[in-house]
């Protein structure tokens, strides 16, 4: 599925989100041309995001493509990521992607994982 912009995508981009996902893949020392996120089970409140390099999707990835990135989603997070969207901040204390997520019901107190 190719998602059209914040059109029923299953994750929607900032514009912030998609300048430093644009800068990451030309950077990719491997040739990589998308990013893959997903979530993984850890932290005290049970699952985190994870964004990582990736040239082809997986078997039954979601693809979108907005703003000029292709962004491949883990088929295992797909349900907890519907309706979210990925930022990227540059804080003092913090720097990467955040994402906003409607399905989430609780974070932990440092806020690197979270529960649904």
Same mark, same amino acid.
């Given at each position: 599925?190719? =998602?059209?912009? =914040? /059109?029923?995508?299953? %994750? !929607?981009?900032?514009? /912030? +989100? /998609? @300048?430093? /996902?644009? *800068?990451?893949?030309?950077?990719?020392?491997?040739?990589?041309?998308?990013?893959? %996120?997903? %979530?993984?089970?850890?932290?005290?409140?049970?699952?985190?995001?994870?964004?990582?390099? +990736?040239?082809?999707? *997986? *078997?039954?990835?979601?693809?979108?493509?907005? *703003?000029?990135?292709?962004? $491949?989603?883990?088929?295992? +997070?797909?349900?907890?990521?519907? =309706?979210?969207?990925?930022?990227?901040?540059?804080? !003092?204390?913090? !720097?990467? $992607?955040? $994402?906003? @997520?409607? @399905?989430?019901?609780?974070?932990? =107190?440092?806020?690197?994982? $979270?529960? %649904?």
């Amino acid at each position: 599925m190719f =998602g059209a912009p =914040g /059109a029923g995508s299953i %994750v !929607t981009l900032t514009d /912030a +989100a /998609a @300048n430093q /996902a644009r *800068k990451l893949i030309e950077r990719s020392e491997d040739g990589k041309n998308a990013l893959r %996120v997903g %979530v993984k089970a850890r932290g005290c409140s049970g699952m985190s995001y994870f964004v990582e390099y +990736a040239d082809e999707p *997986k *078997k039954f990835e979601e693809v979108i493509e907005e *703003k000029g990135v292709r962004i $491949f989603i883990d088929p295992a +997070a797909t349900m907890f990521l519907i =309706g979210s969207e990925m930022d990227y901040v540059e804080e !003092t204390f913090q !720097t990467g $992607f955040v $994402f906003s @997520n409607p @399905n989430e019901k609780g974070r932990c =107190g440092c806020g690197e994982s $979270f529960h %649904v």
